[in-house]
């Protein structure tokens, strides 16, 4: 089966950058969509981007778009999410996760993350001073 497993996650001061990976194996990633979802302390789980399979097209929810870029790297099986200028706001834990389906050619930035089977088990960002 797919296994994903997250890493990149750290304390970082308002401003700065990290590159979170969400590593695959059981599956490739070529053939999957994969979204990153995010969640702070007392609130919902948020969608924060999406990458489809073959077609290779992304999404971003407004709140990172500008800021974040999600990217794939084929010979390594892993989607990475570079999260830039950062905010205290950005703090949550971050997960990815593969569609459970056929991979469409667009995708949206999913809400609830109901459709997605596969998951990770999430990387910590802190954002603070």
């Known amino acids: 089966q797919l296994r994903l497993v997250e890493s990149g996650g750290d304390l970082v001061q308002p401003g700065g950058s990290l590159r979170l990976s969400c590593a695959a194996s059981?599956?490739?990633?070529?053939?999957?969509?994969i979204a990153w979802f995010r969640q702070a302390p007392g609130k919902e789980r948020e969608g924060v981007s999406c990458i489809t399979g073959p077609t290779y097209r992304t999404n971003y929810a407004d709140s990172v778009k500008g800021r974040f870029t999600v990217s794939r790297d084929n010979a390594k099986n892993t989607v990475f999410l570079q999260i830039n200028s950062l905010k205290p706001e950005d703090t949550a834990v971050y997960y990815c996760a593969a569609l459970g389906g056929p991979s469409p050619a667009v995708c949206t930035v999913p809400v609830g993350g109901g459709q997605y089977h596969y998951w990770g088990h999430g990387t910590q960002v802190t954002v603070s001073s």
């Open positions: 059981g599956g490739n990633l070529f053939y999957y969509t």
